[in-house]
């Protein structure tokens, strides 16, 4: 049986409510939705009707109840429940009907689905107004801009139902949220203004206020400090600006306000310093316009001072004589004179003197005539001949028989000392210097001087000329293996070349001794030879050795100097060392022959061996000499300095460079300067100790 629901909440049932069905006006009954079949926890069974069935005879509808499952609710409960059921309200035939009555035979309502039984009352329906300025959104339709807004809810029938959604107010500092956003005062930072200017307005507790300048001492800049509408009161001097009274400057102003015009305070004319290019003087303000009394240049003329004051004596103009000679009689030795010496005078040209000259050379007699004498202007008085270029003795020969004079360029005080002596000099056509060998003349040079050195050599002598103990040399003997293959001409020449320049640092000294070995001489056609060409022995002895006055090349190409240092080595070992039995091969021979082909090393030296090759280093003997051979031999021998010039090829100086011993590998080079360079560094680390 189904109950339908009355507004009745008295609690006792009006007369017939219980004998049939009542319709409730307020009950909601609405469309049943299709239930999903397919849906395993919808609670019905999967025998259901067809879609078209449920859409015409199911219904939901809501129905009052109460929740312990009675027909009314108890009394003194207040609240209304309602409890959702669906209801097949069709008859055997399909069709929707109505009852007539609880049992009508031809019309029975089946409950299909019912819910729980829920309160319904969402307010208390005796209280109208529920909530008061709730806040709420309104949505602009067109720009979708949102805006708060507030609203009250009501109570209608048990159901909260709002009322419209009123915009706030903009907000005002008030201490209010009147733009209902749940900040209070929550305005920005505004412009405003005081007496002393803009500053920021600023709400504070519901209070508009002005932060701005605050006043501030009065001083004189011209602005209102204190704001009260005066500027500078009380601060301006007696010019009526700001700051110290200006001085007096020379302009025909009363600068300083004191009445009077370009005076000082003691009522004096104002007075400068004053300059020009040619010097100091006194400024005076005369009627504001300064009056410099200082020397103003002039007109150059001739009188040996700077008259223009450009720092220039006499430029400009053709002054040939100066101006303290104008009138004096002057020796002078030139034309229209011959020979002897003449005599001239200085003179003006124009009457401003702008431009002087000297007067022509000419006999004195020709301003001291004797009389009854004849006068030669072309003869001049007779002086020793002097080198000047001119004929002084009246012979007809410029500058003859004057003997050469003794010179000297090196500092005060160091001629005659250590190694620097003077030189001379000797006078061609009235300048002093020198005649090379080829006979040219090199005007003011000092032929045969010499003068200190830059830095001290260690040769037992005083290089640097300051009378101070020379450094020592050490015991060093030096020995110089070269290639004379046909393609070392120019190398030949920068070594010998180098040889002779130190002469003049090392001829003297015996703690020294030089030595030399070349190869292959002779000619690619014969035999070409190893030469011990000089045993070790003193510089001088080996500097005049023929070969190395006049070093040359040869036409040959084997160059053997792998088995010349091996054979400089071989007496140098101790004894017990093994050493090769050497034969020549190839056409190659040695002089002296192999078995005598030995140094004369001294003992308790310093062993300096010195190579120069274009070519890999090479060895024409048998056994074929290689760098082992020749390290098996430098590691038995103490003191012992191996250096190596060659060209800067790795093919070529990488065949060198593991014979160096103590010593270094060196470019090798064409140029003398550079090879006498390297070979005073050599002397320097052998003989010098290092230094």
């Known amino acids: 049986m189904l109950l339908s629901c009355s507004d009745n909440r008295s609690g006792t049932p009006d007369s017939g409510e219980l004998e049939g069905i009542i319709d409730y006006p307020d009950a909601e009954i609405s469309d049943v939705p299709i239930i999903d079949t397919q849906e395993p926890d919808s609670g019905i069974d999967d025998n259901l009707p067809s879609v078209e069935y449920r859409l015409r005879c199911w219904q939901r509808q809501y129905f009052f109840c109460t929740p312990d499952g009675g027909i009314l609710p108890d009394a003194g409960d207040e609240s209304l429940y309602r409890q959702e059921m669906t209801i097949d309200i069709c008859d055997e035939n399909g069709d929707p009907c109505t009852p007539e009555g609880p049992n009508d035979p031809n019309c029975q309502w089946t409950i299909i689905w019912q819910g729980i039984c829920e309160d319904w009352l969402e307010c208390n329906p005796e209280e109208h107004l529920v909530h008061e300025d709730v806040l709420c959104q309104i949505i602009d339709e067109i720009t979708e801009e949102t805006t708060n807004g507030l609203q009250d809810w009501y109570c209608e029938k048990g159901q909260l139902k709002p009322g419209p959604c009123v915009p706030c107010d903009p907000e005002i500092c008030d201490s209010i949220d009147n733009d209902c956003n749940g900040i209070v005062d929550d305005l920005p930072v505004r412009d405003c203004e005081n007496d002393c200017g803009p500053g920021d307005l600023i709400c504070v507790e519901g209070v508009d206020m002005c932060f701005g300048p605050e006043p501030q001492e009065e001083i004189c800049d011209y602005i209102d400090n204190d704001c009260d509408g005066d500027v500078d009161e009380g601060q301006l001097n007696a010019c009526n600006t700001c700051g110290p009274v200006p001085e007096d400057i020379c302009d025909g102003i009363d600068n300083d306000c004191d009445g009077t015009i370009d005076l000082t305070a003691l009522g004096e004319p104002l007075v400068d310093v004053c300059e020009t290019a040619c010097g100091f003087g006194q400024d005076v303000c005369i009627e504001g316009i300064w009056s410099c009394n200082a020397p103003q240049p002039e007109i150059e003329i001739c009188d040996n001072i700077d008259n223009d004051c450009n720092g220039l004596i006499d430029d400009g103009i053709d002054c040939q004589c100066p101006p303290e000679l104008i009138g004096a009689l002057l020796p002078c030795m030139g034309e229209p004179l011959v020979c002897g010496q003449g005599f001239q005078t200085c003179e003006c040209v124009d009457p401003l003197c702008a431009q002087t000259q000297y007067t022509p050379c000419v006999a004195l007699c020709v301003y001291f005539p004797t009389p009854g004498v004849e006068c030669d202007p072309t ?17 007809t020969l410029i500058d003859d028989e004057i003997p050469p ?13 250590g190694i620097c002596v003077p030189g001379e000099q000797t006078c061609i056509l009235g300048e002093w210097g020198s005649v090379s060998e080829d006979g040219t003349f090199f005007a003011n040079i000092c032929a045969g001087e010499q003068v200190p050195l830059e830095e001290e050599l260690c040769n037992n002598q005083d290089d640097d000329c300051d009378g101070l103990e020379p450094e020592e ?19 030949i020449n920068a070594v010998f070349s180098a040889l002779n320049q130190f002469a003049a640092f090392y001829s003297d000294a015996e703690v020294i001794q030089w030595g030399l070995i070349i190869g292959p001489t002779g000619n690619s056609f014969g035999t070409e030879r190893l030469e011990l060409k000089h045993q070790l022995s003193s510089f001088q002895n080996f500097i005049a050795n023929p070969f190395v006055m006049n070093p040359h090349d040869y036409s040959t190409s084997s160059e053997m100097l792998l088995d010349a240092l091996y054979l400089s080595l071989s007496n140098l070992v101790p004894q017990g060392v093994p050493l090769e039995q050497l034969v020549w091969e190839g056409g190659v021979s040695s002089t002296p022959s192999l078995e005598n082909f030995q140094i004369n090393w001294r003992e308790d030296t310093n062993k300096v061996i010195i190579m120069f090759s274009d070519e890999e280093a090479q060895s024409f003997a048998d056994p074929e000499i290689t760098a082992n051979h020749i390290n098996l031999l430098t590691n038995e021998i103490d003191d012992l300095f191996i250096y190596t010039f060659s060209p800067d090829q790795a093919n070529v100086k990488d065949t060198w460079t593991p014979l160096i011993v103590g010593g270094a590998w060196h470019e090798l080079t064409t140029l003398p300067i550079v090879m006498f360079e390297k070979l005073m560094e050599i002397i320097e680390e052998s003989a010098c100790g290092g230094l």
């Open 473 to 491: 040399l050490e015991p060093t003997d030096v020995l110089f293996i070269i290639d004379t293959s046909g393609s070392m001409d120019m190398e």
């Open 405 to 417: 004079q003794g010179c000297y360029t090196g500092p005060p005080g160091t001629m005659g000392v």
């Open 379 to 395: 003869g001049g008085q007779i002086l020793p001949e002097v080198c000047n270029n001119w004929d002084d003795d009246c012979n």
